[in-house]
């Protein structure tokens, strides 16, 4: 089917805006028409830089001003907005920056933007309150027929790289900042990999760095996996009653629920 | 809560850095106004605050991405998170702009959304699209909306019917009302190369139906060398006040909104141009 003249001037316009086509009949004089494009340019371009710098508030100091703005619209033009809230925008930039040439020489790039990714999810997750008293079913319930709920927005992620040190390092204020970058270099000296959950405190997303244990038995969790098979995953060396009540006091648990077949 | 505040004078935008002198003492407005896009996330800080923002004011939700004008349709997500906010926030009035955005950049390709507010042409074909798509929108919302008048720093060679036509036509078939950005007047006068931009205003004021226009919406603009900009960064200028107080003239105190998104100013700034605008709503209101 071919499209209608409205879709054909609408999609003739945007291709414009995007430097893919040239502009469809305008009014307004030449000179006046390329003003008005650049405007439109302008807009784009300073609108991808806020989204993204909204979003990847970690990667962005990492790379700089400048190749930040450059990313912003190169992935403007290689994955373009499909919603029209722009907070949903950004989801491929992980993948892309980790595959762009100019990046190469910094190869935790990628999972530091998952991170902050996961940082901006958990933020806009659902919000829920801690169901205390299923706490009882622990008491009452074999394991192998409970799981437990994380609240909404929780993520873990595995890194190779030390993301949870890199992320907090751009966080402290000025004069622990000596201190925290000195930390990433020897993490990094050390290719110290990290494993971290993503939780919500408060409104605020925080970084959380498990060990491995503790990250399987998180992944179990999220998979929905029973108790008791969690356990068996996390190993000998996993102290639920630590976990719980860490977990109790940072709210990060939903509630404990009995499985379904 | 035990019913909706009420809603009297001019309104202001909700913007984070004013919040903790609007809920520290909540001055006297007539509501506040958001961009619906923000509130879509399922959850988080943003809503709460909007939430928070309900017990003291009438909210009015006014999007920038629906895309009315768009001939590939509505996007259906955008569509039903619209809808989970207007129930979760019951708005005094929601709202949208006379643009497209999405579009799909090549034949064939994907419908990609321009996050921008593009602007439709002005032609019998266009003004099927747009009402088509206001029409979806209301029955959805089972409400009407208003549609606001843009800024367009271009404008299509085969335009067939006039700008103040267009909106009479859309407010007639569609049910719909009209949000009239007076300071979008006078960009796009200014733009045009008006000889007096204000009269230019005034006239297209002049060939709305009395009736239509549901909210005004006043903000500052940027001139440059060669065009002006509608950033929304500035006060209200002289000529802008001057065209609101014939719109008043026209349509009665309708609600109004200063907005001011970029460069935000002191508090007192923003409210300072609110209660200006409240001023003449209520010389309007008593003439």
Redesign the interface.
Same mark, same amino acid.
């Given at each position: 089917m071919n499209a209608s003249p409205e879709a054909q001037r609408q999609q003739a316009l945007l291709a414009a805006i995007a430097g893919q086509a040239a502009l469809p009949s305008i009014r307004e004089p030449q000179t006046r028409a390329a003003r008005g494009l650049q405007a439109y340019r302008a807009n784009a371009e300073a609108l991808a830089e806020r989204a993204l710098g909204a979003v990847f508030a970690t990667v962005q100091p990492m790379v700089g001003e400048e190749n930040f703005q450059r990313l912003a619209c190169e992935l403007w033009q290689a994955h373009p907005p499909l919603r029209g809230d722009v907070g949903e925008w950004g989801g491929e930039f992980p993948e892309w920056l980790e595959a762009h040439a100019a990046m190469a020489r910094w190869p935790w790039l990628g999972d530091c933007a998952r991170l902050d990714l996961a940082l901006h999810h958990n933020e806009r997750a659902a919000d829920a309150v801690f169901d205390a008293a299923s706490l009882a079913l622990l008491e009452s319930t074999d394991p192998a027929l409970l799981s437990m709920q994380l609240m909404p927005g929780t993520a873990v992620l595995r890194s190779r790289w030390p993301v949870a040190t890199i992320h907090a390092a751009h966080r402290v204020d000025a004069a622990q900042s000596e201190a925290a970058f000195a930390n990433v270099r020897a993490a990094l000296d050390a290719e110290r990999g990290e494993q971290v959950m993503v939780v919500r405190q408060g409104w605020r997303a925080q970084a959380v760095v498990l060990t491995r244990a503790e990250a399987d038995w998180a992944d179990s969790l999220l998979a929905g996996t029973n108790l008791s098979a969690a356990l068996e995953r996390a190993g000998e060396g996993f102290d639920f009653a630590a976990w719980l009540a860490t977990a109790v006091h940072g709210e990060w648990l939903k509630d404990v629920v009995v499985l379904r077949d | 809560m035990a019913g909706r505040p009420a809603e009297g004078g001019a309104g202001i935008g909700l913007r984070q850095p004013h919040y903790t002198e609007l809920f520290g003492a909540p001055p006297p407005l007539g509501f506040v106004e958001v961009h619906s896009?923000?509130f $879509?996330?399922?959850?988080? %800080?943003a809503? +709460?605050v909007l939430h928070q923002a309900r017990e003291l004011y009438p909210v009015s939700l006014h999007? #920038?991405? *629906?895309?009315l004008g768009? =001939? %590939?349709g509505l996007?259906p997500?955008?569509l039903d998170?619209l809808e989970r906010l207007v129930q979760r926030i019951e708005p005094v009035r929601v709202s949208d702009h006379a643009c $497209? @955005?999405? @579009? +799909?950049?090549?034949?064939g390709g !994907? #419908? #990609?959304? +321009?996050?921008?507010l *593009? !602007? /439709?042409?002005f032609?019998e074909?266009?003004l099927a699209?747009m009402v088509g798509n206001v029409m979806q929108v209301q029955e959805r919302l089972r409400r009407p909306m208003l549609v606001e008048n843009l800024s =367009?720093? *271009?404008? $299509? =060679?085969?335009?067939s019917v006039s700008e103040p036509e267009f909106f009479a036509q859309l407010c007639r078939r569609a049910g719909c009302g009209m949000l009239l950005d007076v300071n979008n007047l006078m960009v796009n006068a200014l733009?045009a190369g008006a000889n007096d931009p204000v009269a230019a205003c005034c006239a297209f004021v002049d060939a709305l139906p009395p009736g239509i226009v549901g909210e005004i919406h006043l903000a500052g603009y940027r001139q440059t060398e060669? /065009?002006a /900009?509608d950033d929304h960064g500035s006060r209200v200028r002289p000529g802008v006040w001057r065209v609101y107080e014939h719109a008043l003239k026209r349509f009665g105190a309708v609600p109004t909104l200063v907005e001011w998104d970029t460069d935000l100013p002191a508090f007192g700034v923003l409210l300072g141009e609110a209660e200006q605008a409240s001023a003449l709503m209520a010389k309007a209101a008593t003439a």
């Amino acid at each position: 089917m071919n499209a209608s003249p409205e879709a054909q001037r609408q999609q003739a316009l945007l291709a414009a805006i995007a430097g893919q086509a040239a502009l469809p009949s305008i009014r307004e004089p030449q000179t006046r028409a390329a003003r008005g494009l650049q405007a439109y340019r302008a807009n784009a371009e300073a609108l991808a830089e806020r989204a993204l710098g909204a979003v990847f508030a970690t990667v962005q100091p990492m790379v700089g001003e400048e190749n930040f703005q450059r990313l912003a619209c190169e992935l403007w033009q290689a994955h373009p907005p499909l919603r029209g809230d722009v907070g949903e925008w950004g989801g491929e930039f992980p993948e892309w920056l980790e595959a762009h040439a100019a990046m190469a020489r910094w190869p935790w790039l990628g999972d530091c933007a998952r991170l902050d990714l996961a940082l901006h999810h958990n933020e806009r997750a659902a919000d829920a309150v801690f169901d205390a008293a299923s706490l009882a079913l622990l008491e009452s319930t074999d394991p192998a027929l409970l799981s437990m709920q994380l609240m909404p927005g929780t993520a873990v992620l595995r890194s190779r790289w030390p993301v949870a040190t890199i992320h907090a390092a751009h966080r402290v204020d000025a004069a622990q900042s000596e201190a925290a970058f000195a930390n990433v270099r020897a993490a990094l000296d050390a290719e110290r990999g990290e494993q971290v959950m993503v939780v919500r405190q408060g409104w605020r997303a925080q970084a959380v760095v498990l060990t491995r244990a503790e990250a399987d038995w998180a992944d179990s969790l999220l998979a929905g996996t029973n108790l008791s098979a969690a356990l068996e995953r996390a190993g000998e060396g996993f102290d639920f009653a630590a976990w719980l009540a860490t977990a109790v006091h940072g709210e990060w648990l939903k509630d404990v629920v009995v499985l379904r077949d | 809560m035990a019913g909706r505040p009420a809603e009297g004078g001019a309104g202001i935008g909700l913007r984070q850095p004013h919040y903790t002198e609007l809920f520290g003492a909540p001055p006297p407005l007539g509501f506040v106004e958001v961009h619906s896009e923000n509130f $879509f996330a399922d959850g988080g %800080a943003a809503l +709460a605050v909007l939430h928070q923002a309900r017990e003291l004011y009438p909210v009015s939700l006014h999007g #920038v991405g *629906l895309a009315l004008g768009s =001939a %590939a349709g509505l996007d259906p997500w955008h569509l039903d998170r619209l809808e989970r906010l207007v129930q979760r926030i019951e708005p005094v009035r929601v709202s949208d702009h006379a643009c $497209f @955005a999405r @579009a +799909a950049l090549r034949s064939g390709g !994907p #419908v #990609v959304h +321009a996050s921008d507010l *593009l !602007p /439709i042409a002005f032609t019998e074909e266009a003004l099927a699209i747009m009402v088509g798509n206001v029409m979806q929108v209301q029955e959805r919302l089972r409400r009407p909306m208003l549609v606001e008048n843009l800024s =367009a720093y *271009l404008s $299509f =060679a085969d335009d067939s019917v006039s700008e103040p036509e267009f909106f009479a036509q859309l407010c007639r078939r569609a049910g719909c009302g009209m949000l009239l950005d007076v300071n979008n007047l006078m960009v796009n006068a200014l733009n045009a190369g008006a000889n007096d931009p204000v009269a230019a205003c005034c006239a297209f004021v002049d060939a709305l139906p009395p009736g239509i226009v549901g909210e005004i919406h006043l903000a500052g603009y940027r001139q440059t060398e060669d /065009i002006a /900009i509608d950033d929304h960064g500035s006060r209200v200028r002289p000529g802008v006040w001057r065209v609101y107080e014939h719109a008043l003239k026209r349509f009665g105190a309708v609600p109004t909104l200063v907005e001011w998104d970029t460069d935000l100013p002191a508090f007192g700034v923003l409210l300072g141009e609110a209660e200006q605008a409240s001023a003449l709503m209520a010389k309007a209101a008593t003439a």
